[in-house]
Every structure is written in C-alpha cells, then in structure tokens.
C-alpha cells in the first residue's frame, strides 16, 4: 500500500489567480496521477505524471491552465493556474496501477 | 476503455444485502472489472477487482457471467459505515494505469 498526503487540503482563492497542490507519497513511485472531482460528479483523470519526463495530459486538460512538476520519484505538484469559478473542485492525487489504485484525501478548491 | 453504466442511486437498510450492477457491454478481451468506493470528503479506495466468475474478499463479493457484459457487487450486511459511492471501472492492464471513472452509484444506508 502507499500512504498519500496533499497540502493544502482546501484554500479559498481569488479569480485570476494560481494554486500550486502538493502531492506527495511515502514510497517511490514511477507514475502519479492528478484527478478533479467537480462537485457532486465523478473523478475526471487530468493528467499522468512521469519522473524526469513531461506529463501526459488528458482530452480538454493543457499544460499552460495545469502545469505539472513531478521533480523526484515521491512528490509532484499540480498548478491550477489563472482560475475561475469553474476551476472549484476537489483535485485528488493517485499512484499504483490497475490493481489497485491509492489515492490522496484530495485538495478541495473553491474559487471567488 | 469499456464504458460502463450503473444506477446513480440506491438505498438499503442495515443489515441488508445490497447489489450493485454495473453494465460494460464492451468489454475487451483483456479487461478487469474493478470497483471503489468513495466516503465523502475522502479519495476513493479499492474494494475488489476480478476478470470472470466469482471473487470474493473480506469486503465484498464480485460476480461476473460468462460473457463478462455485466457484473454485480454485492456488499453483505451493510451497516451505516457502508454508506458511500460505488464505482465501477473496466481496463486493460496492458492499456495502463490510468483509471476512467463512470458516473458511480451512490448507495444510502439507513437505520
């Protein structure tokens, strides 16, 4: 199994602004994923980030509104940048494989 | 990946057997059903995870028919804790880790 934190576990932000999600993961680990979960909707997979590689982003998801660091095997970063109401969700880091996936208690995100 | 259907909602009583179906007609060869549950305010966990027949684990049962275009979880004796939302997912492994979450069952448990 793997134990996931994420910091912040909520913020309250202004429009126009950023928010950087830390994920990080007590073992190492090759991918790591960054979900949203809008409210009272499903998860919706935004992208798969690779150590030492460029993330791999889903159908409607960019690097320029998400930009992704993922600098070592253990910890990644999820910016939501220049948001907007509509960017209020939860944002929910994963790691570990079809089997079984282990996800972190999520960020939840409300934009003014 | 299959797309799968479930019901949105359902609600049982404690000590009840509740069964969830969830439909993926287009199952691929090389697909796995699994399901998670999600309490509120928490990431979703694994439950279980099974290909054909029947699995069963500590947590709950998974049924699978022959031509795998369904399968049913079954949660034995819920009791209020058991409260959640169930999704169910179908991959290869082949395909990934990535994971598509459908739109999930929401199952009340009721005193």
């Known amino acids: 199994s793997a134990v996931i934190s994420q910091k912040p576990s909520r913020d309250i932000c202004q429009r126009g602004t950023s928010l950087t999600i830390q994920c990080q993961v007590d073992s190492q680990v090759t991918m790591m994923f960054w979900y949203r979960q809008q409210p009272g909707q499903s998860l919706t997979l935004i992208a798969t980030?690779?150590?030492?590689?460029?993330?791999?982003?889903e159908s409607g998801f960019v690097i320029d509104k998400f930009p992704i660091s993922r600098p070592n095997l253990t910890f990644s970063t999820l910016t939501v940048s220049n948001m907007s109401p509509e960017d209020s969700s939860i944002y929910l880091c994963s790691v570990g494989g079809m089997d079984t996936q282990y996800f972190g208690p999520g960020t939840r995100l409300t934009v003014l | 990946l299959a797309k799968t259907t479930q019901p949105i909602s359902m609600d049982s009583y404690e000590g009840q057997e509740v069964n969830i179906t969830c439909s993926h007609n287009?199952?691929?060869?090389?697909?796995?059903i699994t399901w998670y549950q999600q309490f509120p305010s928490q990431g979703p966990r694994f439950i279980i995870q099974?290909?054909?027949t029947k699995v069963t684990n500590e947590v709950a049962s998974l049924f699978i028919p022959a031509d795998r275009k369904s399968s049913t979880l079954s949660l034995p004796r819920v009791s209020l804790s058991d409260t959640a939302v169930y999704y169910c997912?179908?991959?290869?492994?082949?395909?990934?880790?990535?994971?598509?979450f459908g739109g999930g069952t929401r199952v009340l448990v009721k005193p």
């Open positions: 099974g290909y054909k």
């Open positions: 287009n199952i691929a060869t090389n697909d796995y």
């Open positions: 980030a690779n150590q030492g590689s460029e993330a791999t982003y």
């Open positions: 997912l179908v991959g290869s492994k082949a395909a990934g880790n990535k994971l598509t």
